[in-house]
């Protein structure tokens, strides 16, 4: 769903789920839904270089080493969802690289306070053209945000 519509089918609250388990048990449990998102991370840069917003466009050349930096997320999203505090619980790094003709995912899990991420010499030896990444930052309440771009590889 897009955002405006989950949010007026789901306000803000705790929803309680009741389900049946494969051996017959019921299963019981919660979970808060909350309209505030964290916004997405921003001022992304390859070695120091700042990240296409269109993998389209003009795409960075980078060697190795390739490190890839990013501002701590401090805010919520500014035109989606409600506004109000954030606390991220983590960052993740996902590279979706084609190797021999498959596509190959690597993802890392940092804590809050790592907003950089040097990509593996030995997987860019692999590498011969673009590498498209994400950056997700997950907010304490569970919401996440995501920004995409790319770099290709010398």
Same mark, same amino acid.
């Given at each position: 769903?897009?955002? &405006?519509?989950? @949010? ?16 017959? %048990? ?5 979970s /808060? ?5 964290? +916004? ?11 990240? *296409?917003?269109? =993998?389209? %466009?003009?795409?960075?050349?980078s060697? &190795? ?6 501002? *701590?997320?401090?805010?919520s ?9 954030? +606390? ?7 590279? /979706? ?50 920004? /995409?771009? =790319? @770099?290709?590889?010398?």
């Open positions: 769903l897009p955002p &405006a519509e989950f @949010f007026a089918r789901f306000p803000e609250g705790t929803y309680t789920i009741t389900a049946k388990g494969i051996d017959g %048990e019921k299963l019981a449990g919660e /808060e839904i909350s309209h505030v998102l964290p +916004a997405a991370p921003g001022n992304v840069r390859i070695n120091g270089v700042l990240a *296409p917003t269109d =993998c389209d %466009e003009a795409i960075p050349l060697a &190795a080493p390739v490190v890839i930096t990013w501002d *701590p997320v401090t805010t999203h500014p035109t989606l969802g409600e506004p109000g505090a954030v +606390a991220i619980e983590s960052y993740g790094v996902e590279l /979706e690289i084609d190797i021999l003709d498959e596509e190959f995912s690597s993802t890392a899990l940092l804590p809050p306070t790592v907003t950089s991420f040097q990509v593996s010499d030995t997987l860019l030896a692999l590498v011969s053209g673009a590498i498209e990444f994400e950056i997700l930052a997950r907010d304490s309440n569970g919401n996440r945000s995501i920004v /995409e771009t =790319c @770099f290709d590889v010398q």
